[in-house]
């Protein structure tokens, strides 16, 4: 059923905002932006790439809404397709990982976000996040949506969720389809302002998500938190903005490469540099 928005009013209401990365701001929370009292941006830096690492930092310094950011600054743990999104297994950092050292470093990064978040949301009355499949399927995402989800539940505070998604999240998605009434608000997103965001970030070189995206007419959010259900295959949610399929394109994790061609591959790229010195 529709809900009241917890948003700023008389009575003194301070939503927060929290993502997981420069600009997921503009893409998923557009009609919110410019009534939430905080955007906490979780994690900008990356070791591996200190150019887009700082493209961010420019980004969010030229932000049009610049005053309202807490940049945490956190590592990046490169968490992307690290799952198995055919069958996701959750756990309390967000989602398993295929590989051990990929999962030591989400760990971490759990970890670490666990420690900043709850100063950040001291005098909040309500919080905006993520989802529990993660948008479009991302990783650091959905580890966002459950240490979030947790540290509001300790604080006592409601917590409100996104309803993007995309082919590669849906079977996650399905287990948290509600069997009854779900609370949820609908938003009219705001494109104009989404536009400009992302222009900063366009400017400096950190816009990670398409050129010739447009937003939605509406955001809807979903309140939280929600029970999964493994056995859940068909349900009620509310409103779903489900992503252009080229998210799953570009994201959908590539199946193993046959040996055989892996074989033959380093062959012909052998031959090549022979070829090179002669």
Known sequence: MGEAAPFPAADGEFPVLVVAHPDDEALWFSSILDRVRKIIV????????PALAEARRLSLADH????RIVDLGLEEGRSIDRADWSDPKET????????PKSAAAYAEQAAALARAVPAELEGATAVFTHNPWGEYGHEDHVQVCRVVTRVAGDLGLPVWYSTYASIKSLPLLRR???KGDQHYVLQPGDPDLGARIAAAYRRHGAWTWFDDYRWFAHDCFVRGPLDADHGQEAGWLGPINLLDPRSK???APRAPEPLTRRIQRRLRRLARGSGDRS
């Open 249 to 251: 394109a570009l994201w």
């Open 92 to 99: 309390p950092d967000g989602l398993a990982l295929r590989d």
């Open 42 to 49: 979780c994690y900008r830096a990356d070791a591996k790439n």
């Open 176 to 178: 948290y389809l509600g």
């Open 64 to 67: 049009p809404l610049a005053e």
